[in-house]
């Protein structure tokens, strides 16, 4: 799993199971490492169709660690992925210019 950042926002890549029986993703976020998924709600209320996933619900300058299960069609959760951490950032102004 990776993650990358944009400006209120992290952009989430995973690798797919080889699995008929899949349904989707539940993304868990949090503040703190490691992600505790047993003890978590996901992100989303319905199950993430793939990757890549956007969690446009991220603010600029925090930390956040994200993690991934697959749910299959009997709601069956896999192990959650490695954790994946990232700081959304602002676009930083643009250079003056250095032409009079």
Do not use: I
């Not at 989430?12 to 699995?19: F, V």
């Not at 991220?58 to 490695?82: F, K, L």
């Amino acid at each position: 799993m990776s993650a990358d950042s944009e400006a209120g926002a992290s952009v989430l890549q995973w690798s797919e199971p080889e699995a008929e029986d899949l349904e989707g993703y539940n993304v868990y976020r949090s503040p703190d490492t490691p992600v505790d998924v047993e003890n978590s709600t996901p992100l989303t209320d319905g199950l993430v169709t793939g990757p890549p996933f956007t969690d446009e619900s991220a603010e600029n300058g925090t930390t956040y660690r994200y993690r991934v299960t697959a749910v299959d069609d009997s709601d069956n959760e896999s192990a959650p992925s490695d954790s994946a951490r990232v700081t959304p950032f602002a676009d930083p102004p643009p250079r003056p210019s250095s032409q009079p």
